[in-house]
């Protein structure tokens, strides 16, 4: 008799985690959808490979719409007589369409003249705008000012900011 019972209790056992696996505990129980009718498979058509990337694409040198005689002017060695260091930020690439040599900080609170410079000792003369953010927020700087201090378009520079 006991041989008997363990191969059925088994197989309950097994009917019983069956039916838990198809139909979860207090589920509602939903009449099937009316089969649709499917449409048979197609060929799959080859599609013609991507058109190739324009020439003319939008690189740094491209959106750098700043002159050689204001790139000069910005990388001209600084006139420390004047200048007040603000403290260091942390930038990253500012809007690219946004023209010009700038930087929005949190260190200023209204537009302002100024200089930037980066750890590898170059230095742009830019204007400072206020970025509203909270202090120690961070920075956004111009592709070009970014070209000019030299460091990667990718990268997150610590600057030091002077007003004057």
């Known amino acids: 008799m006991t041989r008997l019972m363990i191969p ?41 490979p991507p058109p190739p990337a324009p020439s003319g694409g939008a690189s740094a040198e491209a959106l750098d719409t700043t002159t050689p005689e204001q790139r000069a002017a910005a990388t001209a060695a600084p006139e420390p007589a004047g200048e007040q260091r603000l403290g260091t930020t942390v930038a990253s690439l500012g809007s690219p369409a946004d023209p010009g040599l ?37 920075s956004e700087i111009s592709l070009p000012a970014m070209r000019l201090l030299e460091v990667p378009l990718t990268d997150l520079p610590e600057l030091t900011v002077y007003r004057g």
């Open 8 to 48: 059925t209790a088994l197989t309950a056992l097994g009917l019983l985690a069956a039916c838990a696996e198809l139909q979860p505990a207090n589920a509602p129980v939903e009449a099937p959808a009316p089969a649709a009718q499917t449409p048979a498979p197609q060929p799959v058509a080859q599609s013609a």
């Open 102 to 138: 700038w930087i929005e900080t949190p260190l200023v609170s209204s537009v302002a003249q100024g200089r930037v410079e980066a750890a590898n000792g170059k230095s742009v003369k830019l204007e400072l705008r206020p970025s509203g953010g909270a202090s120690g927020s961070g």
